[in-house]
């Protein structure tokens, strides 16, 4: 059985509440605590697809990376990760791949701090696979510098970005997408997923309208779009043409897979 992390864990600050431990609890997870739940709470009435719109982005994230590693890449950068709630990426890799070295990037030092700590504790990766740095987006510069050490930029490796780019300026994101891009090696792929309109808006949008397709498109920009290409999560289950149905679903997550010539 997972543990369960109770308030009284030591060296992470459990009467502040972080919007990374409240995705995690949102996603059913352990790794949260009553100021988190708390948060979770206040934001369900403003973004009511919001735990749908996090489950479909990790589903989606943890066969893209399993496919990845499947086509024999064996490293794996993580930007905006969170807490490594299940399904986790670095899990997903292993399995796949037990070779491949997962690094998880995060601007929150205590978010930092904490998915340390949970890794420390898995039993699942050994420590030299799986590291956590703290890093931000928003400095792709500074980011691929402090990834050196780390990751061999010179050989392919896959960069995720699940759910991240809105929190910034859509002509931001693309810039700051771009640079990370242009680090990576020919074979590299890039895997992506951003709440879809209204609808999938995030707690951290910045963008009031939400994001489209031709925005994911944008951020891909130069790579070769995986099949089936950018993708509208959950699918839509009528014909095209159709009219809507009892049990339709609003497309809630776009998400693409691209691969660097």
């Known amino acids: ?52 719109v996090l489950s479909l ?24 990760c969170g807490l490594p709630t299940r399904p986790a990426v670095h ?13 998880y990037v995060d601007r929150d030092v205590s978010v930092v701090s904490h998915a340390a700590a949970l890794l420390a504790g898995s039993p699942l990766p050994p420590p030299a696979r799986v590291r956590v740095i703290e890093g931000d987006l928003a400095e792709p510069e500074g980011l691929i510098w402090d990834l050196r050490p780390l990751v061999d930029l010179a050989k392919p490796a896959c960069l995720t970005l699940a759910l991240v ?15 990370l891009v242009r680090a990576l090696a020919p074979g590299s792929y890039v895997v992506l997923t951003c709440g879809h309109g209204p609808a999938g808006r995030l707690p951290d949008a910045i963008s009031g309208t939400g994001l489209g397709e031709q925005d994911v498109a944008a951020f891909l920009a130069g790579l070769d779009v995986q099949p089936p290409g950018v993708a509208l999560l959950p699918r839509p289950h009528r014909e095209a043409g ?12 776009l998400c693409a897979v691209g691969r660097k010539p």
Do not use: C, K, W
Request: glycine content about 8%.
């Open 1 to 52: 059985m997972a543990p369960v992390y109770h308030d009284t864990v030591q060296a992470v600050d459990t009467s502040s509440p972080s919007l990374a431990r409240a995705y995690d609890y949102l996603l059913g997870g352990r790794a949260n605590f009553t100021a988190d739940r708390a948060l979770a709470g206040r934001l369900r009435p403003g973004y009511p697809a919001m735990s749908q």
């Open 57 to 80: 982005s990790r589903a989606f994230l943890a066969r893209s990376v399993a496919d990845v590693a499947r086509a024999g890449v064996d490293q794996f950068i993580d930007v905006g």
């Open 91 to 103: 899990e997903a890799v292993l399995r796949a791949r037990p070779d491949a070295r997962v690094v």
């Open 165 to 179: 780019v809105q929190a910034l300026e859509p002509e931001l994101a693309q810039a700051v997408v771009g640079v």
């Open 242 to 253: 159709a009219g809507q149905e009892a049990g339709d679903q609003p497309g809630l997550v």
